[in-house]
C-alpha cells in the first residue's frame, strides 16, 4: 500500500498520478481567468510575475505567451523539472517553498487554483501571506484564488468514481477538524495505492485576519474565473486581491 508521508502534498503532487487525475482541468478557463486578471491588475507589458505553486508550468508558459517574463516555483521536484523544459530568457522555474520569501519583487504574485491551506500548521499560513508581501514590489499586487469553503461544504459529492487513462480513482470526501479532505484509492502498476488530499476550510473571514495581522490591504474580492461578485452562499470561488 503507498501512503502519503507527513507532508502529504510533497508525495501526492510529485506522483504521475496525481497529473492523470486532474489532466482534464479546464485550461480554457483558466487561460481566461489569468486574462481578465492581468487586464483588471493593468501589469505593465514587461511586467514581472511569480506563478506560486506553479505545479507543471502550463499557466506560467501561457503568461509568458502574452509577453510577461513570469518566474515558477513549486515545492515538487518533478513538477518544477517537467515545467524548466519550456524555459526561455523570460521564464524560469525553480523548486520553492512559498512559506519563505523569494529572493526577487514582482510586479504581481499569483497563487491560483487552490494553492494554499495545505499546510499542517497554522502558522505557515500567516508565514505565507507575510511571504507574498515581501515579494511584491512598491506597485505590486497579490492574488490569491482560493476555493469557497462554504459552497464546497454545502454541495459536497462524498463519493465520486472516475476513469482517467485506464485507471480507477475512487474518491471519498468529508470535513473534519476544519479542513476538507478528499480520500483518493486507485490500483495502478500492479499496486494499490492510498492518498488522502486536504485543505484548510478557509473563510474570507479568515483571510481578513492573515491580511490584517500582514498589514496587508485587502483591494477587491471576486467569485468567479469572469470576475463576477462573490457571495458567500453561492460562488464557487473566492478570489483576492490585495498590496
Known amino acids: 500500500m503507498q501512503t502519503e508521508d507527513t507532508t502529504w502534498y510533497a508525495s501526492w503532487f510529485d506522483t504521475p498520478y496525481y497529473h492523470i487525475l486532474y489532466k482534464d482541468r479546464g485550461y480554457d478557463e483558466a487561460e481566461a481567468f489569468m486574462k481578465h486578471l492581468v487586464e483588471f491588475l493593468n501589469i505593465p507589458e514587461d511586467g514581472t510575475i511569480l506563478d506560486l505553486a506553479c505545479g507543471k508550468g502550463r499557466h506560467s508558459v501561457f ?6 517574463d513570469v518566474t515558477g516555483v513549486d515545492l515538487s521536484p518533478n513538477s518544477i523539472a517537467h515545467a524548466s523544459e519550456f524555459a526561455n530568457d523570460s521564464l524560469r522555474f525553480e523548486v520553492h517553498d512559498m512559506c519563505k520569501p523569494y529572493p526577487k519583487q514582482f510586479d504581481a504574485v499569483f497563487n491560483l487554483f487552490t494553492s494554499f491551506g495545505y499546510f499542517e500548521h497554522e ?3 500567516l508565514r505565507t501571506i507575510k511571504s507574498i508581501k515581501a515579494e511584491l514590489n512598491e506597485n505590486g499586487f497579490g492574488v490569491i484564488d482560493f476555493l469557497n469553503a462554504d459552497f464546497i461544504i454545502e454541495n459536497l459529492v462524498e463519493n465520486e468514481v472516475k476513469e482517467v487513462d485506464g485507471i480507477i480513482f475512487r474518491l471519498h470526501r468529508y470535513v473534519e477538524d476544519g479542513f476538507i479532505y478528499k480520500d483518493i484509492r486507485f490500483e495502478a502498476d500492479g499496486r494499490d495505492h ?4 486536504k485543505v484548510k476550510a478557509l473563510s474570507l473571514k479568515d483571510f481578513e485576519s492573515y491580511f490584517a ?3 496587508i490591504d485587502l483591494l477587491a474580492i471576486f467569485g468567479d474565473y469572469s470576475l463576477g461578485k462573490f457571495h458567500r452562499k453561492t460562488s464557487n470561488r473566492l478570489i483576492m486581491i490585495f498590496k
Do not use: C, F, K, Q
Request: aromatic share 12%; no cysteine.
Open 194 to 197: 492510498h492518498y488522502t488530499e
Open 213 to 215: 495581522a500582514a498589514a
Open 123 to 125: 502558522s505557515d499560513n
Open 63 to 68: 503568461l509568458n505567451t502574452m509577453g510577461y
